[in-house]
């Protein structure tokens, strides 16, 4: 554990100095935890005077006697997801980077002949994905939470945050997701020689966060805690076969032998 | 200190290297060489425990290699073949972070990061990044990292490619002097001068073992030794003279040089050079060559490709 800690700690001194990843953590937390909130709940009540909303909000939830309640409330919803972006983008962000640098820089080889274990540095580079990923996302949900309650209660003189829902994705399926993107980067930046290539799979596992948004907003799904608990349990099934392949290709032997370096 | 029992690897269908076997003693400097591809760099890696061996054993200080990655991992030092280092931190904290991996105390590791540091001339800027230094730095600043946890036994993988001849003439006078402090020294190097001058034995590789000897051993091999003679006139006009000599297995001229390859050359260089005299020769000097390493591995390399 020693060990992971001391890579961990590197790590993170180099993380900070490099903008190419603290940057667009900086802009995505700008956007969808400041402005995208701010936006939707102080301008919902002209959304409200719109008959194609009024007819959504009947179709989604029937008659209701609080339409710019409701309406907030299903804006919480979309909100919801955009406590996942954090956990897909920074681990995708950080992994790759921190991998394809030691191709980059030829120091896999004598860092391995140290008596460091492979599972030590698997642990340390996971850590250094991890810890960061959790924290940010940690504090962008307080921020979104500081946020919506702030304008909830300007429009509509309550705070609705934090709530079950809020607490089981910020808590539960994020670091569950961190991990698996974790994971999965790390298998990927052994294939590959290009830091941005490998950064694509949080691009890719994002998708499904997008198509979520998308069928909410069709008026096809909604969100609940049955849902999020079934979506957790799932991506908790997949996290040891994750872990286990990541373990493999984190071999001593299959490092030198069979990852892709650089020429 | 180090024994190679029928080392066998492959990758793929490639053969690496193939049934190779070798012993090295305590504080012996033992040289490997061969060319490109001749499994150089597979062994080394074998021996620092970063693959294993498809068949054979390796036993260093008494451990299997297999069994005991991590002892030995912590009692050898490596230098790659590339210097690798973070190019976005200091040497120094290039040296404290690899050197933290190894079970030695914090006033020994600091003392000895400034010893090498200053050894190799890079404490000046031990807080540049390790990015600004050029090959030749990074080279040694590399070594020094090997050397940082004061290994009993240094896997070198080419320690002077990049360096200028200043420097390498350091690091040659430094691997030297690693025998005094019973240092074993295993050097992969292309630099035959290099080999011939640091090592106890050579091994001559090309997958296979070609040769172990200490450099003598090579000299006085089978190949026949070589004897220089140079006349004040063309020396054509001696070779006939000269072939009839029994023991000589070849003869070259050039103007006024004749360079015999004798076999026996304690009973024919008298013989030659009485004949020679009595015919009235201007001699201006007679002397045999030993073959330099270079000479005797590139002899040995085509000897293998000629199979």
């Known amino acids: 554990m020693k060990n992971a800690c001391l890579i961990f700690k590197k790590e993170i001194k180099e993380i900070i100095k490099n903008k190419n990843i603290w940057l667009p953590i900086l802009i995505i937390t700008l956007i969808f935890s400041i402005s995208l909130p ?105 921020i979104l939470i500081i946020v919506v309650d702030i304008s909830a209660y300007i429009k509509l003189g309550y705070m609705p945050l934090p709530n079950a829902e809020w607490v089981i994705v910020a808590f539960l399926l994020s670091p569950i997701l961190s991990f698996i993107i974790t994971m999965a980067s790390v298998i990927v930046s052994s294939k590959s020689t290009d830091i941005r290539s490998a950064q694509g799979v949080g691009a890719v596992i994002i998708l499904p966060i997008y198509l979520i948004i998308g069928l909410q907003l069709a008026g096809l799904f909604l969100l609940n ?39 | ?54 068949s054979g054993k390796i036993t260093i200080n008494g451990k299997d290699t297999r069994s005991h990655g991590e002892y030995i991992r912590e009692i050898t030092g490596l230098l790659t073949e590339s210097p690798g280092m973070y190019e976005k931190i200091s040497a120094y904290d290039n040296l404290k972070y690899y050197s933290s991996f190894y079970n030695i105390p914090d006033d020994r590791r600091n003392k000895n990061i400034e010893k090498y540091l200053k050894m190799f001339d890079l404490w000046e800027r031990k807080d540049d990044l390790a990015g600004t230094y050029s090959k030749g730095m990074k080279q040694k600043l590399a070594l020094s990292r090997a050397l940082i946890h004061e290994p009993k036994i240094l896997l070198l993988d080419e320690p002077t490619a990049g360096l200028d001849p200043e420097s390498a ?66 020396a054509d006009k001696y070779t006939k003279l000269i072939k009839e000599t029994s023991h000589i297995k070849n003869i070259q001229t050039d103007k006024n040089k004749a360079m015999l390859v004798i076999e026996n050359p304690e009973i024919s260089n008298p013989i030659i050079l009485k004949k020679l005299v009595d015919s009235g020769a201007k001699i201006i000097y007679f002397n045999q060559i030993k073959a330099s390493l270079e000479e005797i591995y590139l002899d040995l390399i085509r000897d293998e490709k000629g199979k």
């Open chain 2, 169 to 234: 003439h350091m690091v040659r006078n430094f691997i030297d002097s690693l025998k005094k402090e019973k240092t074993t020294v295993f050097l992969c190097t292309h630099n035959l001068e290099e080999a011939s001058s640091l090592s106890d034995r050579v091994c001559i590789i090309k997958k296979k073992i070609i040769r172990i000897a200490t450099l003598l051993e090579l000299q006085n091999g089978d190949r026949g030794k070589r004897v220089e003679i140079v006349f004040r006139d063309d």
């Open chain 2, 1 to 54: 200190m180090i024994t190679v029992e029928n080392l066998t690897r492959k990758f793929k269908d490639i053969t690496a290297v193939e049934n190779i076997s070798f012993d090295i003693d305590e504080s012996e400097i033992f040289g490997f060489l061969g060319p490109n591809g001749a499994g150089k760099t597979t062994t080394i890696r074998m021996l620092s425990t970063l693959i294993s061996p498809d």
């Open chain 1, 225 to 263: 805690i049955t849902y999020l608990l079934i979506g957790s349990l799932a991506l908790l099934i997949v996290c040891p076969f994750v872990l286990r392949l990541a373990v493999k290709i984190f071999d001593r032997e299959n490092i030198l032998t069979r990852w892709k370096m650089k020429a």
């Open chain 1, 38 to 142: 701010l936006g939707f709940i102080l301008g919902s009540s002209p959304i409200l005077e719109d008959e194609d909303t009024l007819n959504f909000i009947n179709k989604v939830f029937g008659q209701v006697d609080e339409p710019l309640r409701v309406l907030i409330g299903f804006i919480l919803k979309q909100l919801l997801i955009f406590l996942l972006f954090m956990p897909a983008m920074v681990p995708s962000l950080i992994a790759p980077a921190s991998i394809i640098m030691e191709k980059e820089n030829n120091t896999l080889e004598p860092l391995l002949a140290t008596p460091l274990k492979t599972s030590e540095l698997l642990l340390g580079k996971s850590l250094t994905a991890l810890i960061p990923t959790f924290v940010i996302s940690t504090i962008n949900f307080i």
